[in-house]
């Protein structure tokens, strides 16, 4: 088998005296499509957020590229690091940055790319997540809440990332908007065998996008499969979460899709 | 992806030029100067790509630079590389427009913009008083309003905490100046005079002018920052649409919590001078602290201690209002919250020194025996 992307081991977390997740074990194999799916509160945005170091867990452990979150040296965790993006709830923009510093910047701290280069490839992830050249010149404060959800999937994009982490990236968008970024996940997949986890409620975008469906309720992964697979699971959070009415309508007009 | 990384490379072999390896921003980062000179110098008209094994958008670029923004008529292009290929070319059609150039025009209007904004502050300045002024007037009948709960954790956050600093401060600056006075008064054998000199300088003078220093550093910009994250996260316009008025809630509180707080601080903290000043002049000339207590009353007019505790509550003000001027300011970054709240302070600072000159001046006949 080949090794995971990502593996969360054993990984336990606790708030005060409230333990949000016990003992969550998780392997994401290279060149999925994973969405972590769980209710309000269940854990979801602080699971990605120990992914990516912001957080400690209380027990457990993280390992990325088949290697501790924190092992080796500083450039080590740097070019570790390099390799994976995050896009958070709500944007993290930087505030006092335009669109289009906000995109180049992490490639100008990367050094690689010239600056007429970089120009380019902000043009370049500003087409790829369907916003205008002209848009650039906003700052974020002048954005819609969709409008930050692209530049900060354009932002994450900006390093080539062989792993994204997406929080709730469609909440905000409008259904031909969600259905462009689930084109354009699928076509970078495709194209660069990126791994993807997102957090989503959205189930067309679950439904079109995902390979696999991680369960989060319980403080666990109660399932980890395919969608079809998870959708037999008997527990009531997932029937009501997929078989409700709505949910199978939903589902249905994926798969005709 | 788990397996490692294979170096880029461009290979050229009867006429045909064929990228190899990985063209991806991480793989290139220390092949990409290499890779740009051999795609500057190639002079191919045939392309390969089959052999690359994964192609990103920097790859992709470099690719397209060398290709002078088209495909190659004769090319091998792989299926899953084209859609890059046609966002670089729906790019180059509407390419990000680049920042106008600062001209002379430019500093000159930048010079009335600034001197515009000037007289922006002032406006809105005199409305923020003026609001306050008509907010004030709407909540006197109805007593129910009264922001009491605001007001009564501002004063404890204004004042009571702000107890141990000052009086450090004070104390310690008690403590030098009589030490210095001393030494100039010792050499001229008039000692006695040290009681004039501190009670004076400290009550009517120092005490006011310190505390507000101290407050304005450390409360004014703690309530322009409060401020400017609330309007940042729309706290500020979330208050307004529950038709609750900003200005009761969380500028008039501010307001009266420094005027009531100042006259306070500083008693409070000349009294701590004054006591520093007593133990170092004890030190250095002998006085006892009973001659130096005695005395204080009879050389220092009450009418000082009145000045003081009426400057301490216009400083309180002035800073509190400065504070909320620029607070509500902000506009939503970063940038702006730090800009604001380095002018609330500096602003704040500059202006009670104004106002004390001009104090100094209108009361230049009053508590000074001559
Ligand atoms: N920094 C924190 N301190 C205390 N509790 C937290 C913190 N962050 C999250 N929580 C709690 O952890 C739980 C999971 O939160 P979160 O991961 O944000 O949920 P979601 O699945 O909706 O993204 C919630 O009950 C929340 O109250
Ligand atoms: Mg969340």
Same mark, same amino acid.
């Given at each position: 088998?080949?090794?995971?992307?990502?593996?969360?081991?054993?990984?336990?977390?606790?708030?005060?005296?409230?333990?949000?997740?016990?003992?969550?074990?998780?392997?994401?194999?290279?060149?999925?499509?994973?969405?972590?799916?769980?209710?309000?509160?269940?854990?979801?945005?602080?699971?990605?957020?120990?992914?990516?170091?912001?957080?400690?867990?209380?027990?457990?452990?993280?390992?990325?590229?088949?290697?501790?979150?924190?092992?080796?040296?500083?450039?080590?965790?740097r070019q570790r690091r390099r390799r994976f993006a995050m896009c958070f709830q709500g944007g993290a923009l930087f505030s006092a940055f335009t669109v289009y510093e906000n995109i180049a910047f992490p490639l100008r701290e990367a050094g690689i790319a010239t600056e007429a280069e970089i120009r380019e490839l902000v043009a370049l992830?500003?087409?790829?997540?369907?916003?205008?050249?002209?848009?650039?010149?906003?700052?974020?404060?002048?954005?819609?809440?969709?409008?930050?959800?692209?530049?900060?999937?354009?932002?994450?994009?900006?390093?080539?990332?062989?792993?994204?982490?997406?929080?709730?990236?469609?909440?905000?968008?409008?259904?031909?908007?969600?259905?462009?970024?689930?084109?354009?996940?699928?076509?970078?997949?495709?194209?660069?065998?990126?791994?993807?986890?997102?957090?989503?409620?959205?189930?067309?975008?679950?439904?079109?996008?995902?390979?696999?469906?991680?369960?989060?309720?319980?403080?666990?992964?109660?399932?980890?499969?395919?969608?079809?697979?998870?959708?037999?699971?008997?527990?009531?959070?997932?029937?009501?979460?997929?078989?409700?009415?709505?949910?199978?309508?939903?589902?249905?007009?994926?798969?005709?899709? | 992806?788990?397996?490692?990384?294979?170096?880029?490379?461009?290979?050229?072999?009867?006429?045909?030029?064929?990228?190899?390896?990985?063209?991806?921003?991480?793989?290139?980062?220390?092949?990409?100067?290499?890779?740009?000179?051999?795609?500057?110098?190639?002079?191919?008209?045939?392309?390969?790509?089959?052999?690359?094994?994964?192609?990103?958008?920097?790859?992709?670029?470099?690719?397209?630079?060398?290709?002078?923004?088209?495909?190659?008529?004769?090319?091998?292009?792989?299926?899953?590389?084209?859609?890059?290929?046609?966002?670089?070319?729906?790019?180059?059609?509407?390419?990000?427009?680049?920042?106008?150039?600062?001209?002379?025009?430019?500093?000159?209007?930048?010079?009335?913009? /600034?001197?515009?904004?000037?007289?922006?502050?002032?406006?809105? @300045?005199?409305?923020?008083?003026?609001?306050?002024?008509?907010?004030?007037?709407?909540?006197?009948?109805?007593?129910?309003?009264?922001?009491?709960?605001?007001?009564?954790?501002?004063?404890?956050?204004?004042?009571?905490?702000?107890?141990?600093?000052?009086?450090?401060?004070? @104390?310690?600056?008690?403590?030098?100046?009589?030490?210095?006075?001393?030494?100039?008064?010792?050499? @001229?054998?008039?000692?006695?005079?040290?009681?004039?000199?501190?009670?004076?300088?400290?009550?009517?003078?120092?005490?006011?002018?310190?505390?507000?220093?101290?407050?304005?550093?450390?409360?004014?910009?703690?309530?322009?920052?409060?401020?400017?994250?609330?309007?940042?996260?729309?706290?500020?316009?979330?208050?307004?649409?529950?038709?609750?008025?900003?200005?009761?809630?969380?500028?008039?509180?501010?307001?009266?919590?420094?005027?009531? /707080?100042?006259?306070?601080?500083?008693?409070?903290?000349?009294?701590?001078?004054?006591?520093?000043?007593?133990?170092?002049?004890?030190?250095?000339?002998?006085?006892?602290?009973?001659?130096?207590?005695?005395?204080?009353?009879?050389?220092?007019?009450?009418?000082?201690?009145?000045?003081?505790?009426?400057?301490?509550?216009?400083?309180?003000?002035?800073?509190?209002?400065?504070?909320?001027? @620029?607070?509500?300011?902000?506009?939503?970054?970063?940038?702006?919250?730090?800009?604001?709240?380095?002018?609330?302070?500096?602003?704040?600072?500059?202006?009670?020194?104004?106002?004390?000159?001009?104090?100094?001046?209108?009361?230049?006949?009053?508590?000074?025996?001559?």
């Amino acid at each position: 088998m080949t090794t995971p992307v990502l593996s969360l081991r054993g990984l336990s977390t606790r708030f005060g005296s409230n333990w949000v997740h016990k003992g969550v074990d998780l392997d994401i194999p290279p060149g999925e499509v994973v969405s972590l799916v769980g209710g309000s509160g269940s854990g979801k945005t602080t699971l990605l957020r120990q992914m990516v170091g912001l957080l400690t867990p209380t027990e457990g452990e993280v390992r990325v590229f088949d290697e501790p979150l924190f092992a080796g040296s500083r450039e080590a965790q740097r070019q570790r690091r390099r390799r994976f993006a995050m896009c958070f709830q709500g944007g993290a923009l930087f505030s006092a940055f335009t669109v289009y510093e906000n995109i180049a910047f992490p490639l100008r701290e990367a050094g690689i790319a010239t600056e007429a280069e970089i120009r380019e490839l902000v043009a370049l992830k500003l087409t790829m997540v369907e916003l205008l050249p002209s848009h650039a010149a906003l700052m974020p404060a002048e954005l819609s809440g969709g409008m930050i959800k692209r530049v900060a999937l354009a932002r994450a994009l900006a390093l080539e990332p062989e792993l994204l982490l997406l929080d709730e990236p469609t909440a905000g968008l409008d259904p031909t908007r969600s259905a462009s970024f689930v084109a354009l996940i699928r076509d970078l997949q495709q194209q660069l065998g990126l791994t993807v986890v997102l957090v989503t409620h959205d189930l067309d975008t679950l439904a079109a996008l995902s390979s696999k469906v991680a369960v989060l309720a319980e403080r666990r992964i109660l399932a980890f499969d395919s969608l079809e697979a998870v959708m037999q699971v008997d527990h009531p959070f997932i029937q009501e979460f997929f078989l409700s009415e709505r949910s199978a309508r939903a589902l249905a007009r994926a798969q005709g899709a | 992806m788990a397996d490692a990384i294979r170096t880029p490379e461009l290979h050229l072999s009867e006429g045909c030029l064929s990228p190899a390896g990985d063209w991806t921003l991480l793989a290139l980062a220390s092949h990409a100067n290499r890779l740009r000179q051999e795609l500057a110098g190639a002079k191919a008209t045939r392309w390969d790509l089959s052999a690359l094994n994964r192609l990103d958008s920097f790859g992709a670029l470099l690719l397209w630079r060398a290709w002078g923004g088209r495909l190659p008529a004769d090319m091998v292009l792989p299926d899953g590389y084209a859609t890059q290929f046609e966002r670089l070319a729906a790019m180059d059609e509407a390419p990000v427009p680049r920042p106008p150039r600062v001209g002379v025009v430019d500093v000159v209007a930048g010079l009335g913009g /600034a001197l515009l904004g000037l007289f922006a502050h002032l406006g809105d @300045f005199l409305a923020l008083i003026g609001r306050l002024a008509l907010d004030g007037l709407h909540l006197l009948g109805r007593p129910r309003n009264w922001p009491l709960k605001e007001f009564s954790a501002n004063l404890y956050k204004v004042g009571v905490k702000a107890m141990p600093v000052s009086a450090l401060v004070g @104390f310690l600056i008690g403590v030098v100046l009589s030490y210095l006075s001393a030494l100039q008064l010792k050499a @001229f054998g008039a000692d006695i005079f040290i009681v004039n000199i501190l009670g004076l300088g400290i009550i009517r003078e120092l005490g006011p002018v310190l505390v507000s220093v101290l407050v304005a550093g450390r409360s004014g910009s703690a309530m322009t920052a409060q401020l400017g994250v609330m309007r940042v996260t729309e706290e500020v316009d979330a208050l307004t649409v529950m038709g609750i008025s900003n200005y009761i809630r969380l500028v008039l509180p501010k307001v009266m919590a420094l005027s009531v /707080a100042m006259p306070l601080l500083v008693l409070w903290t000349s009294a701590v001078a004054l006591v520093g000043g007593m133990m170092s002049a004890e030190l250095q000339l002998g006085l006892s602290y009973g001659y130096f207590i005695e005395t204080l009353p009879k050389v220092v007019p009450a009418a000082n201690l009145f000045i003081a505790l009426g400057k301490g509550a216009v400083f309180g003000v002035l800073i509190a209002l400065v504070a909320c001027h @620029f607070g509500l300011r902000v506009k939503p970054n970063t940038e702006s919250l730090s800009a604001n709240t380095t002018a609330s302070v500096v602003t704040s600072i500059t202006l009670v020194i104004l106002v004390d000159a001009v104090f100094a001046i209108a009361t230049r006949s009053i508590g000074v025996p001559l």
